[in-house]
Nanobody, 124 residues
Framework: QVQLAESGGGLVQAGRSLRLSCVAS????????MGWFRQAPGKEREFVAAITWIGNRELYADSVKGRFTISRDNAKNTLYLHMLALKSEDTAVYYC?????????????????WGQGTQVTVSS
């Protein structure tokens, strides 16, 4: 079992930056592929970024590529999402998630564990 807790969300002006964190419980954080997803009101949960546990391969949604960076600190059991040049369309609840395999990292229902989410609101 892994418990995930996101933090770092808030209200920010368009063009500014924000860093989200996700702290994981347990001693096996380094063996999980980690992902960030987001869900805007009235929309389905969508993939944002993922980082595999083998090789630390990073993947990004096209909508955030070049602006967002995912990283992990296994010593701190923490996942990060650095968000630059935020846009109003980035407004959503952001969730971190964990899975044991490195396959299908962009598919929400392939993840085993989820955090409660943190709200990011970008004002234009």
């Amino acid at each position: 079992q892994v418990q995930l807790a996101e933090s770092g969300g808030g209200l920010v002006q368009a063009g500014r930056s924000l860093r989200l964190s996700c702290v994981a419980s347990g001693r096996t954080f380094s063996t999980y592929t980690m992902g960030w997803f987001r869900q805007a009101p009235g929309k389905e949960r969508e993939f944002v970024a993922a980082i595999t546990w083998i090789g630390n391969r990073e993947l990004y949604a096209d909508s955030v590529k070049g602006r967002f960076t995912i990283s992990r600190d296994n010593a701190k059991n923490t996942l990060y999402l650095h968000m630059l040049a935020l846009k109003s369309e980035d407004t959503a609840v952001y969730y971190c998630a964990a899975k044991t395999s490195i396959a299908a990292v962009t598919t929400p229902n392939m993840y085993d564990f989820w955090g409660q989410g943190t709200q990011v609101t970008v004002s234009s």
